[in-house]
């Protein structure tokens, strides 16, 4: 079903402007778009749309103006916000130093029926959900629309409107909010203390609360979840790492802890002895991340989530899209069936996902991973070999794994799975800076012969697709003595090259 928009009485947000701004307001095009007015002191209005801002022609922004319309809305609250009653119109004041109002952002509210069918299945789930985006992106719109479809469906539905930004200004809610009950806001600091005296006096199923921003708020939402309230909330953040690095959201999804583990534990993880573990259970069991107004990213496992970005795992989010004809289109995270099996002996064993190997190219550096090894010593030898490498402490990020023959004699779990996955092991004989570079060149030896290999290879195919197009191309940054086997190969296919760009990033072009 495509979505309905209904403009929640526009001609009263104009009303309450003076006569000549109202009238070449009125005199634009696509007014139905309009999202926002902006009145600066001794300023040109303007009135932004989705995309553009257009300045009014009219003479500059007077004191009288901002009185004006300052004396036809409701009070303003210690937030500098204030509303028109019956309509989800808001008003935001800047004052100057005195107090004085010195330039009003009037925003349109609208109803939007329809938006959440893109999530309806996930509400009616009945576990609580976190909704991110920027701002201006459609969460209040989305937590309107909850909080109308729990309550048709006969759920008890209580909404904390610090703003008045839901449920619009006025003692009596709006319509757009169906049968959801309202509980409105003295102080913004206040907040907390209303979301805990909706659940204990009111007896709600649902409770919906916009932008959890302190610590106070985060600690009554876990209270709220704890008690079998369903929440649904936003929060400050794009995205589902915005909130798990804010220290003072971070609670919403578990927390992020240091825990320090035994000698044996981390040889066995085959990690540094302080890693980072997800603390708690998280207060909201999904988030959804708003891209775009009709392009949602579904995080159905906020557990799950937050312990693979901990092991450096990219999230698996279920992606959904409205299409222009109204359908939702769902897609599913698609992980090949292989690296499912994978994650799952991993996750069995203890140890994170494996991901595919990556490419070596001369773009980046050898990634080692030192199992055993000290990695002071290691440090010093790649210094002063000056070798491009750098160390790593994700082993299923190594190009390669340097451990001690102490360590290789034991074949213990983590070596053993670096070979299934096709790792060279380098063997170290004791934990000396000669012994710890001279497997370092035996590595690069190899990283050498790799490297050129697939340096071969590109610029065969390359050859292939000039003799077939006549089109040039251009390949990949090698070092020297690769561009030169490179340009032996176009040679002797009575094909032209040359080097072009500048280090580290110079190339070979090839063409006819």
Same mark, same amino acid.
């Given at each position: 079903?495509?979505?309905?928009?209904?403009?929640?009485?526009?001609?009263?947000?104009?009303?309450?402007?003076?006569?000549?701004?109202?009238?070449?307001?009125?005199?634009?095009?696509?007014?139905?778009?309009? @999202?926002?007015?902006?009145?600066?002191?001794?300023?040109?209005?303007? *009135?932004?749309?989705?995309?553009?801002?257009?300045? @009014?022609?009219?003479?500059?922004?007077?004191?009288?103006?901002?009185?004006?319309?300052?004396?036809?809305?409701?009070?303003?609250?210690?937030?500098?916000?204030?509303?028109? !009653?019956?309509?989800?119109?808001?008003?935001?004041?800047?004052?100057?130093?005195?107090?004085?109002?010195?330039?009003?952002?009037?925003? =349109?509210?609208?109803?939007?029926?329809?938006?959440?069918?893109?999530?309806?299945?996930?509400?009616?789930?009945?576990?609580?959900?976190?909704?991110?985006?920027?701002?201006?992106?459609?969460?209040?719109?989305?937590?309107?629309?909850?909080?109308?479809?729990?309550?048709?469906?006969?759920?008890?539905?209580?909404?904390?409107?610090?703003?008045?930004?839901?449920?619009?200004?006025?003692?009596?809610?709006?319509?757009?909010?169906?049968?959801?009950?309202?509980?409105?806001?003295?102080?913004?600091?206040?907040?907390?203390?209303?979301?805990?005296?909706?659940?204990?006096?009111?007896?709600?199923?649902?409770?919906?609360?916009?932008?959890?921003?302190?610590?106070?708020?985060?600690?009554?939402?876990?209270?709220?979840?704890?008690?079998?309230?369903?929440?649904? *909330?936003?929060?400050?953040?794009?995205?589902?790492?915005?909130?798990?690095?804010?220290?003072? @959201?971070?609670?919403? =999804?578990?927390?992020?802890?240091?825990?320090?583990?035994?000698?044996?534990?981390?040889?066995?993880?085959?990690?540094?002895?302080?890693?980072?573990?997800?603390?708690?259970?998280?207060?909201?069991?999904?988030?959804?991340?708003?891209?775009?107004?009709?392009?949602?990213?579904?995080?159905?496992?906020?557990?799950?989530?937050?312990?693979?970005?901990?092991?450096?795992?990219?999230?698996?989010?279920?992606?959904?899209?409205?299409?222009?004809?109204?359908?939702?289109?769902?897609?599913?995270?698609?992980?090949? &069936?292989? &690296?499912?099996?994978?994650?799952?002996?991993?996750?069995?064993?203890?140890?994170? !996902?494996?991901?595919?190997?990556?490419?070596?190219? *001369?773009?980046?550096?050898?990634?080692?991973? !030192?199992?055993? =090894?000290?990695?002071?010593?290691?440090?010093?030898?790649?210094?002063?070999?000056?070798?491009?490498?750098?160390?790593?402490?994700?082993?299923?990020?190594?190009?390669?794994?340097?451990?001690?023959?102490?360590?290789?004699?034991?074949? !213990?779990?983590?070596?053993?799975? *670096?070979?299934?996955?096709?790792?060279?092991?380098?063997?170290?004989? #004791?934990?000396?800076?000669?012994?710890?570079?001279?497997?370092?060149?035996?590595?690069?030896?190899?990283? %050498?012969?790799? %490297?050129?290999?697939?340096?071969?290879?590109?610029?065969?195919?390359?050859?292939?697709?000039?003799?077939?197009?006549?089109?040039?191309?251009? @390949? #990949?940054? %090698?070092?020297?003595? =690769?561009? $030169?086997? %490179?340009?032996?190969?176009?040679?002797?296919?009575?094909?032209?090259?040359? #080097?072009?760009?500048?280090?580290?990033?110079? $190339?070979?072009?090839?063409?006819?």
């Amino acid at each position: 079903m495509a979505q309905q928009v209904i403009t929640d009485n526009l001609e009263l947000l104009l009303a309450v402007l003076p006569p000549h701004l109202k009238a070449r307001l009125e005199s634009l095009e696509g007014l139905q778009e309009l @999202l926002e007015i902006v009145l600066d002191l001794g300023r040109e209005p303007e *009135a932004r749309f989705p995309g553009q801002a257009v300045y @009014l022609d009219v003479p500059p922004v007077t004191e009288q103006d901002i009185e004006y319309v300052v004396e036809r809305v409701g009070d303003f609250g210690e937030d500098n916000r204030a509303g028109i !009653p019956a309509t989800l119109h808001r008003i935001s004041a800047i004052r100057n130093r005195r107090g004085d109002v010195v330039g009003l952002t009037l925003r =349109v509210g609208r109803s939007v029926y329809g938006t959440i069918d893109i999530i309806r299945d996930t509400v009616e789930t009945g576990k609580s959900i976190l909704l991110l985006g920027r701002p201006g992106i459609g969460k209040t719109t989305k937590l309107r629309e909850v909080a109308r479809v729990l309550s048709d469906l006969r759920k008890r539905v209580v909404i904390v409107d610090t703003s008045n930004e839901i449920a619009g200004d006025g003692d009596i809610p709006h319509p757009a909010i169906g049968r959801a009950r309202r509980m409105q806001v003295r102080r913004p600091e206040l907040q907390h203390a209303v979301m805990i005296e909706a659940v204990e006096n009111h007896m709600p199923e649902c409770v919906v609360i916009d932008e959890i921003g302190t610590e106070a708020e985060a600690a009554a939402a876990r209270t709220i979840a704890e008690r079998g309230v369903q929440l649904i *909330a936003t929060a400050h953040g794009n995205t589902l790492e915005n909130v798990l690095m804010n220290p003072t @959201l971070s609670d919403l =999804v578990g927390g992020i802890q240091v825990v320090t583990l035994s000698d044996e534990e981390a040889r066995r993880r085959g990690t540094q002895k302080s890693v980072l573990e997800r603390k708690a259970p998280p207060t909201f069991g999904i988030v959804v991340e708003i891209a775009e107004i009709d392009t949602l990213a579904v995080h159905h496992s906020v557990a799950d989530t937050v312990d693979r970005f901990l092991r450096g795992v990219p999230p698996l989010p279920e992606i959904r899209v409205r299409r222009p004809d109204g359908e939702v289109e769902i897609r599913p995270s698609q992980v090949p &069936e292989r &690296e499912i099996m994978e994650e799952a002996l991993a996750q069995a064993a203890g140890y994170p !996902p494996v991901p595919p190997p990556r490419e070596v190219s *001369a773009e980046r550096p050898v990634l080692l991973y !030192p199992y055993g =090894v000290s990695h002071g010593k290691l440090e010093k030898a790649l210094h002063d070999l000056g070798l491009p490498a750098d160390i790593t402490h994700r082993w299923f990020d190594a190009d390669a794994v340097l451990t001690l023959k102490a360590y290789e004699r034991k074949q !213990p779990h983590r070596l053993q799975e *670096a070979r299934d996955r096709g790792l060279p092991v380098y063997v170290v004989r #004791s934990n000396t800076l000669p012994q710890v570079a001279g497997a370092l060149r035996e590595i690069f030896r190899l990283h %050498q012969t790799r %490297q050129e290999a697939g340096a071969l290879q590109e610029a065969k195919r390359a050859v292939e697709e000039v003799l077939a197009t006549s089109r040039p191309i251009e @390949l #990949s940054p %090698q070092a020297a003595h =690769v561009r $030169r086997l %490179q340009h032996r190969l176009a040679h002797e296919h009575d094909l032209h090259s040359e #080097s072009v760009g500048l280090e580290p990033r110079r $190339r070979v072009k090839i063409y006819k």
